[in-house]
């Protein structure tokens, strides 16, 4: 399953022809900019006086107490988390090769 989804993800990034160890590393890198920007995404959308509860929140490690905020404080956030994903999947294809 990890290796599948390992192929997936390098295909869907572009770097399928890279070797396993670097397609990890550029799996990794990726996956930290997509969590912070799906992130900012979703507090971009959270009211003012929310974001302190949901820095307490996250940083608890409850992740069943994160969701459970989240889908009252933002309904939409699995939405705008995707959609934040997408975007930066487009700029690292679009992304010039050095």
Do not use: C, W, Y
């Not at 890279?18 to 959308?45: D, R, S």
């Not at 003012?48 to 994160?66: I, N």
């Not at 959609?83 to 700029?91: K, L, P, S």
């Amino acid at each position: 399953m990890h290796d599948e989804l390992t192929k997936a993800i390098a295909a869907d990034l572009g770097v399928s022809e890279l070797a396993p160890e670097a397609q990890q590393e550029v799996i990794a890198k990726f996956g930290e900019i997509a969590l912070k920007a799906a992130t900012l995404a979703v507090v971009g959308k959270l009211a003012v006086e929310k974001r302190d509860a949901f820095a307490e929140l996250a940083a608890s490690g409850d992740a069943a107490a994160v969701q459970e905020f989240l889908n009252r404080e933002v309904p939409d956030h699995e939405e705008l988390a995707k959609a934040a994903v997408a975007d930066e999947i487009r700029r690292f294809k679009e992304a010039p090769v050095s």
